[in-house]
């Protein structure tokens, strides 16, 4: 009798779960277990997600081929109402929308109608990721709107704590309809970060057993299991780019030519610049704010 009871339950475990948008996630919880153990560095996250954005794969809610129900696609899919987009044989099994995306790029299985959904991810589903606090943000990590509703990916800080770049698949009525990269100031309230270009709050979020530490909001830009993908000479307070890694600034601290501590004031006078940032009034300001103003430094 013990037995046949033991059965029932193991078979209610493994019923399918629903998805809050875009599908249903038809995993067991084996497999999702076994998919969020999975180690992967947040330079590899972010290297499959740049595949996509490369490719300026086109947003579907269904796998290659494959009927795609969101009517907002209809107009580039024509009358059969399916998938028909770049074809690859890595991503073909896999949902072309936000979360499809983020379980491509975080190398998740395919599961159900091409990955996860949104509702699976952290902080509506603990099985594959974890919140974190925004200023911790690293490559690779993902923010998870609020409401449930969209999931993109950080690819790295311009100013710490403030600007960043991210990768998302917009949606079918975006100007841009495919994976694509932004620029973005944001606000950051604990877990919760505010997303200027989105209009919209996310938590920030971060794969079980991604092989890449905190870091983000300050000092620790970044831990050294990512790459640096800043560029030579990109420094913090306490670490600098060099030859593609993080190294501790002191090695050679005369290396550093886009100095981002903005935590402290702006001693080199007006109209100097870096790449990302311009000195003014004092003060580090991203440089977008007044382009023209750049008169020297490196990045002038």
Same mark, same amino acid.
């Given at each position: 009798?013990?037995?046949?009871?033991?059965?029932?339950?193991?078979?209610?475990?493994?019923?399918?779960?629903?998805?809050?948008?875009?599908?249903?996630?038809?995993?067991?919880?084996?497999?999702?277990?076994?998919?969020?153990?999975?180690?992967?560095?947040?330079?590899?996250?972010?290297?499959?997600?740049?595949?996509?954005?490369?490719?300026?794969?086109?947003?579907?809610?269904?796998?290659?081929?494959?009927?795609?129900?969101?009517?907002?696609?209809?107009?580039?899919?024509?009358?059969?109402?399916?998938?028909?987009?770049?074809?690859?044989?890595?991503?073909?099994?896999?949902?072309? %929308?936000?979360? *499809?995306?983020?379980?491509? $790029?975080?190398?998740?299985?395919?599961?159900?109608? #091409? =990955?996860?959904?949104? +509702? &699976?991810?952290?902080?509506?589903?603990?099985?594959?990721?974890?919140?974190?606090?925004?200023?911790?943000?690293?490559?690779?990590?993902?923010?998870?709107?609020?409401?449930?509703?969209?999931?993109?990916?950080?690819?790295?800080?311009?100013?710490?704590?403030?600007?960043?770049?991210?990768?998302?698949?917009?949606?079918?009525?975006?100007?841009?309809?495919?994976?694509?990269?932004?620029?973005?100031?944001?606000?950051?309230?604990?877990?919760?970060?505010?997303? %200027?270009?989105? *209009?919209?709050?996310?938590? $920030?979020?971060?794969?079980?057993?991604?092989?890449? #530490? =905190?870091?983000?909001? +300050? &000092?620790?830009?970044?831990?050294?299991?990512?790459?640096?993908?800043?560029?030579?000479?990109?420094?913090?307070?306490?670490?600098?780019?060099?030859?593609?890694?993080?190294?501790?600034?002191?090695?050679?601290?005369?290396?550093?030519?886009?100095?981002?501590?903005?935590?402290?004031?702006?001693?080199?006078?007006?109209?100097?610049?870096?790449?990302?940032?311009?000195?003014?009034?004092?003060?580090?300001?991203?440089?977008?704010?007044?382009?023209?103003?750049?008169?020297?430094?490196?990045?002038?």
């Amino acid at each position: 009798m013990g037995v046949v009871i033991m059965k029932m339950l193991r078979a209610l475990l493994l019923v399918p779960c629903f998805a809050v948008v875009a599908a249903a996630c038809t995993v067991s919880s084996e497999d999702t277990t076994e998919s969020a153990g999975e180690d992967i560095t947040g330079a590899t996250m972010v290297s499959r997600g740049e595949e996509w954005v490369n490719a300026k794969l086109h947003y579907c809610q269904a796998a290659y081929g494959a009927y795609d129900g969101d009517t907002a696609c209809w107009g580039w899919e024509g009358s059969s109402h399916r998938c028909w987009r770049h074809s690859n044989p890595a991503w073909n099994k896999y949902r072309s %929308d936000c979360s *499809g995306f983020i379980s491509w $790029a975080w190398s998740l299985p395919a599961v159900g109608s #091409g =990955g996860y959904v949104t +509702g &699976d991810f952290a902080p509506f589903g603990g099985s594959i990721s974890h919140t974190i606090s925004g200023g911790n943000l690293a490559p690779g990590d993902a923010l998870n709107k609020t409401n449930n509703e969209h999931i993109l990916m950080f690819k790295h800080w311009i100013t710490p704590g403030h600007s960043a770049v991210f990768m998302e698949e917009p949606g079918c009525s975006s100007s841009m309809p495919y994976a694509h990269e932004f620029t973005s100031h944001v606000t950051i309230s604990g877990s919760k970060v505010y997303i %200027d270009y989105e *209009g919209a709050w996310f938590y $920030a979020i971060r794969k079980n057993g991604k092989n890449a #530490g =905190g870091g983000g909001g +300050g &000092d620790n830009a970044t831990t050294s299991a990512d790459a640096c993908n800043h560029g030579p000479g990109y420094c913090t307070a306490t670490l600098q780019c060099d030859d593609g890694h993080w190294i501790v600034r002191q090695d050679d601290p005369h290396a550093c030519t886009t100095v981002v501590n903005v935590q402290e004031p702006c001693d080199k006078g007006p109209g100097f610049c870096t790449s990302t940032l311009q000195c003014e009034n004092g003060h580090w300001v991203p440089r977008w704010d007044d382009p023209h103003a750049c008169t020297s430094g490196p990045g002038s």
